[in-house]
């Protein structure tokens, strides 16, 4: 089929007509995306050093709760009786990513109906370690966020951090990529 | 697949007759000029007024506490391209009343207000009051030292009535019940934003859409004007006229993409112009700021109201013009149509043309007793203006019967 000049001129028009309707529309749907106040929300930066050992120091990013804790060295999963079997979405334990680091953040939300969990540093006669605790149902997680007990269905959310010095900042890919 | 969609559509709703009908079947003259085409660009300012709109009213704050700032934080900053949209939305209000003057100097010029379109420009003339209206309930909202000042001044206006000459009481109490009416109290505050809001984003729109809406409807119903002024038959002068669509279409289509470019031009490059900087501080009720004048569409009603020396009259006189405005189909009553046909005529458009040009340019100026003088010497000549249309329909009148009823 051979094309006319009538043909281009119709593509010509169409595709300018095209181009307006994008050059109209772009804007209108960028004011709808997430403002400038809230997307600074989703970056949090904490001074770890401002945390005492077995402390926690509770922010919020992203409109969440989020728990910064520090624990001692020697502190290890090995304490707890996990549910090895209850993994976070990259099919790992909590303890597995955040291993090793002294400063860490976690989601402060149960995953079992949205409540915030309490932070037990002294430990408790069912638990002779610290242990975050949610009050609702009875949650019990290791201070990594892994399942010890309770009904909840998965380890406590990981946001993306990453330590620069004695910062952690949370929000940005690091030592966790990405939410799990 | 969309022709066969459209094909499910058209055997349902018959749209593709009605295309043809209001598109290519519906015939314009052939010699319409250029100025025909304000029309159009006015109906696309509007479509751009609702749409910036629609975004800046989601967060537009509506109290005096906060309104100062979502007009000048959240949308400027924090929205993306929220300055974009109050950009198009200021630079739009004055596009718009300029397209619309424009597009009365033509229906003026044309004689498009004569039988039988006096409806077209009875409703045209009802647009451009609530329009006026609405720049003014719109010019309050973002709260600054102007908007808050103007208004002021615009709600004492009605005050002057207590100047009357006779019946002083009286015109005062109207003077003043208008005025509190207009705020919802003795001071400008909650209550005025409230309600000034409330007209600007809801009532007068919706008013505006019905009567455009209307005046469309009449334009088809009377027929496009002609600028030789004669009326056309479409069915015995097929030669005159030509389909809507494509030639009006692509032609008023290549204008709206001109007039878009130097829309866009202005809200990109020169908005000091329509976002002056005195109104960047928020409103102080115990500070005038040094300069306060309308914006340069009332201008000229202004510079009458402010150059006759007695308030009362100045009151009067400016309302007056208003109302000849509406009256123009009766008191311009010849049976000839177009200044193209009428040198009496064409010669004292321009007074009023001209005149209306220097009122503004006047107003713009400071109130020296010269310029008072100037002002009200203009006044004089748009009032000329309309009282010469009877005299001289009378004398074409004559002229008409004595080519024996042939203009």
């Known amino acids: ?180 | 697949m969309i022709k066969r969609i459209v094909d499910w559509i058209d055997e349902r709703t018959h749209v593709r007759d009605l295309y043809r009908e209001q598109m290519v079947e519906y015939k314009v003259p052939k010699n319409l000029t250029f100025p025909y085409v304000f029309g159009v660009l006015a109906l696309i300012t509007f479509a751009i007024q609702i749409i910036s709109g629609i975004i800046l009213i989601m967060y537009y704050k509506p109290v005096i506490a906060h309104a100062f700032d979502s007009a000048n934080y959240t949308i400027m900053r924090e929205i993306s391209f929220g300055w974009l949209f109050r950009h198009i939305h200021a630079a739009g209000a004055n596009f718009f009343l300029a397209i619309v003057y424009l597009h009365m100097f033509t229906g003026i010029y044309y004689n498009a207000y004569k039988k039988p379109r006096e409806l077209v420009w009875i409703v045209g003339w009802v647009i451009y009051f609530v329009l006026l209206v609405t720049a003014l309930t719109g010019y309050l909202l973002p709260w600054g030292q102007l908007s808050y000042w103007g208004t002021v001044v615009t709600t004492e206006i009605p005050a002057s009535l207590a100047d009357a000459p006779i019946l002083k009481g009286l015109f005062g109490a109207i003077g003043e019940t208008i005025s509190i009416w207009m705020k919802g109290g003795y001071k400008l505050e909650d209550l005025a934003l409230g309600r000034f809001f409330g007209l600007h984003v809801l009532l007068l729109p919706l008013i505006l859409l019905a009567l455009v809406s209307i005046h469309l409807f009449l334009v088809r119903a009377a027929g496009i004007s002609n600028p030789e002024g004669y009326e056309i038959d479409k069915k015995n002068e097929p030669e005159k006229v030509a389909p809507f669509h494509p030639y009006m279409t692509l032609k008023e289509g290549a204008f709206a993409m001109w007039y878009l470019a130097i829309f866009f031009f202005f809200v990109f490059f020169y908005m000091h112009h329509f976002l002056p900087a005195d109104n960047f501080e928020p409103a102080d009720p115990l500070k005038t700021p040094p300069h306060i004048a309308p914006e340069w569409y009332l201008l000229g009603f202004y510079e009458v109201f402010r150059s006759i020396p007695s308030k009362f009259w100045g009151f009067v006189a400016f309302n007056l013009i208003l109302v000849l405005l509406l009256l123009l189909p009766f008191l311009d009553f010849s049976p000839v149509k177009s200044a193209r046909r009428r040198p009496l005529f064409f010669i004292m458009f321009l007074v009023f043309l001209f005149s209306s040009m220097a009122l503004t340019v006047l107003g713009t100026m400071a109130p020296t007793p010269t310029n008072a003088k100037l002002g009200m010497f203009f006044t004089a000549l748009v009032f000329l203006f309309f009282l010469s249309l009877p005299v001289i329909s009378f004398l074409e009148w004559g002229w008409y019967k004595a080519r024996g009823g042939r203009a």
């Open chain 1, 1 to 180: 089929m051979e094309a006319s000049r009538r043909d281009f001129l119709g593509v010509a028009l169409g595709g300018m007509g095209a181009v307006g309707v994008l050059g109209v529309l772009y804007p209108i749907v960028k004011t709808l995306a997430p403002s400038a106040a809230s997307t600074t929300e989703a970056k949090v930066e904490v001074d770890i050093t401002k945390i005492p050992e077995l402390g926690v120091r509770v922010t919020s990013w992203k409109g969440k709760p989020l728990f910064v804790l520090r624990l001692p060295k020697d502190l290890t999963e090995d304490k707890y009786n996990v549910k090895k079997d209850s993994v976070n979405k990259a099919g790992k334990l909590n303890y597995d990513l955040l291993k090793g680091q002294e400063a860490y953040a976690l989601v402060g939300v149960c995953t079992h109906l949205g409540c915030i969990p309490l932070w037990k540093p002294e430990g408790s006669d069912a638990v002779k370690a610290p242990y975050l605790h949610c009050p609702c149902h009875g949650g019990l997680y290791t201070p990594w966020g892994d399942n010890i007990g309770g009904p909840p269905p998965r380890p406590l959310f990981v946001p993306p951090q990453k330590r620069d010095g004695n910062k952690l900042i949370v929000g940005e890919p690091g030592f966790v990529k990405e939410l799990v």
